[in-house]
């Protein structure tokens, strides 16, 4: 039988094709946020955009040693993961840090007032309940921040009356992260002590929206607040290759997995991130948003940077931005990774602190924009 359809009738299917596909189109902008002819970052703007993250002078020594001076935490014997922070009306510069005791992690804090002499080394987190998803380990350093501008202050901000940050978490003590790791949110009432925020984690391997490629562990998360809404770049693994994926927030409690992870996927081989893409620092410089991550593979871990017009489309800059070994101390001849950055407006100077592995061992290391006049 053949079906005729009168002029009215093909109208209105014409109609409604059109809505339909409106309707898509509007379905797919509203998770990408962005233009499809907007992602692309082509090479040339790449090296640009990278140019003034580059050329770095070292300071000759960690800045947190790996054996910090803590009053009942002498045991710490390897330091890590450096985020640094300011309390709003403050001056003074505080710094979170992990210590390894042999056991797991703890998140510690220290202060400066020149951004290179550390003291006043403090508990900021210990471990959670035994059987808990935190028991064997809090990683702060994952802050709601005042405004994520490059240059701008590392103010925390305050939200309900707390200051926030998400962190990560391992559930095991006897060894150095224990898989499988989580991320939980922690508050503060001062910015100092924190504590664990609600009693579920807010990411873990368990939950039905894991991916294949996360699907080993969870590690460090980094968050960033946008036009009203919560991003968590966070790094995982699936057997030895880890990669950055990123979930979403109205209210820091409750996460949902963005479905086109991992936004920073390993590079291929032969590249300087072909193991890992992890531990992303996400800041907006000017028209962009800057990603420094380190990558594991050639050489080594390097801190490296990816760069984003939508914070979910992402170009890596295949060329580090600063290499393990670099340091003619051999402060990091074996590891250079995992930084915090800040700009110092009194120098007009970026201090890039990172976890410098070498000769002295497992500390936090720092490189500058300029060179340092230090007062010892």
């Known amino acids: 039988m053949v079906l005729e359809l009168s002029p009215y009738r093909i109208v209105s299917l014409i109609v409604l094709s059109i809505a339909f596909w409106s309707v898509a189109v509007t379905s797919h902008c509203a998770e990408t946020s962005t233009p499809l002819d907007s992602t692309a970052i082509d090479q040339e703007t790449v090296e640009r955009w990278s140019a003034p993250l580059r050329g770095w002078h070292h300071y000759p020594d960690h800045v947190i040693p790996s054996q910090p001076p803590i009053v009942g935490h002498e045991d710490v014997k390897m330091t890590d993961v450096p985020t640094v922070f300011q309390l709003p009306g ?194 907006r410089d000017g028209n962009h948003w800057v990603n420094l991550f380190f990558g594991v593979g050639k050489d080594g871990a390097h801190i490296m940077a990816a760069y984003s017009r939508d914070l979910l489309h992402w170009t890596v800059d295949p060329e580090p931005l600063y290499k393990a070994g670099a340091n003619p101390s051999g402060l990091d001849k074996q590891y250079a990774h995992k930084v915090s950055l800040v700009w110092n407006p009194a120098n007009e100077t970026f201090y890039l602190f990172y976890n410098a592995v070498g000769n002295q061992g497992r500390g936090i290391g720092l490189i500058t924009s300029k060179p340092l006049v230090v007062e010892e």
């Open 90 to 283: 403050e001056k003074k510069w505080y710094m979170t840090y992990i210590g390894f005791d042999g056991k797991g992690y703890q998140s510690f804090v220290a202060e400066s007032d020149d951004l290179v002499h550390w003291t006043n080394h403090r508990l900021a987190m210990g471990y959670g309940p035994k059987d808990e998803f935190d028991h064997g380990g809090v990683v702060l350093g994952a802050y709601l921040y005042e405004s994520y501008d490059i240059k701008a202050a590392r103010t925390l901000k305050k939200k309900d009356g707390k200051f926030w940050s998400l962190y990560g978490a391992y559930p095991r003590q006897g060894g150095y992260e224990l898989r499988p790791g989580y991320e939980g949110v922690a508050t503060s009432n001062d910015g100092i002590h924190w504590a664990r925020e609600q009693d579920e984690p807010i990411l873990s391997v368990f939950q039905q929206d894991c991916g294949e490629w996360e699907k080993s562990c969870i590690y460090q998360p980094w968050l960033l607040e946008h036009d009203g809404r919560y991003y968590d770049f966070y790094n995982a693994a699936n057997g030895k290759i880890e990669q950055t994926g990123l979930a979403f927030s109205e209210d820091l409690l409750v996460w949902k997995r963005y479905s086109h992870n991992p936004v920073i996927p390993v590079g291929p081989q032969g590249s300087y991130n072909q193991e890992f893409s992890s531990d992303p620092k996400v800041f």
